[in-house]
């Protein structure tokens, strides 16, 4: 869950599956004559599209925060069971398009990789297992693709990284939105091309967002995400919290994309 507090005071309570689909809004234009576009296209979208479909179910019955405030993936305090949803998303995603499931394992443990030595170590081992895994992941799908010539060049390092920094693109430029994060920021490691990594700084208002250098192959387009609204900030029980959440009217924001 994305907890977005609004200029008045409310919550706006967002998905995670919901922000994956905003994801790839930002990746779907991407491509023009001086970044490259995704290669295999489809499989890159499903798994940017669905690379946080782990947590469907947790969604279904959210959790509090200890001091009654609705829980958010940035304060989730359950790692053992966060690992558990990656797993449960690259298995899901898996059974839709192997490749797609890479994409999405790979993008998991990179995220982990970078924070590795702060974790206790009993979800410190766990996690190295978690990254081992999606190696095997690795293995399991050149082995699915050995008679599909044009997979196996998609299943390269090279490929491989370039489509996990796309998603990571659109994770991060959906999430500095709706979080929301600084009006700023330096995008790093986006793909160029297969073999090339560049910086992108993304600047947003409350209507636009600007990329430089732009990356897309449109002039504009548009990207929205759903959320439902509380007025409510603290709530006593879950079961309070659920009913609140079913009765909340639905809110659109959206922005406009523009070359800066």
Known sequence: M???????GQLLCIHQTT????????????GNRDFAAPLPYLATMLAITQHDNGWYEWELHPRLRSDG????FLHDDDPLG????????????YEQHPYA?????????????AGLDELPPTVRQHTEEFIADQQILVDIAQLAYAKDSRYQEFLNATYLDANTRLLQF??????QVTVPWANERVIRHCP????ERVEITMRY???TITFDPWPFGADGFTVEVHGKLLSQRIFTTEEEYHAALAAAPLVRLAWQVERP
């Open 2 to 8: 994305i907890v977005h507090n609004m200029p008045n």
């Open 19 to 30: 922000h994956a689909l905003m994801a790839a809004q930002f990746c779907r234009h991407w």
């Open 69 to 72: 405030y609705p829980m958010d």
């Open 82 to 93: 966060k690992l558990r949803l990656w797993r449960r998303g690259v298995d899901r995603v």
């Open 101 to 113: 499931a890479l994409l999405v394992g790979r993008h998991a443990s990179l995220l982990y990789t």
């Open 170 to 175: 659109g994770d991060s430029a959906s999430l």
């Open 192 to 195: 160029l091309n297969p073999q």
């Open 205 to 207: 208002s409350d209507q």
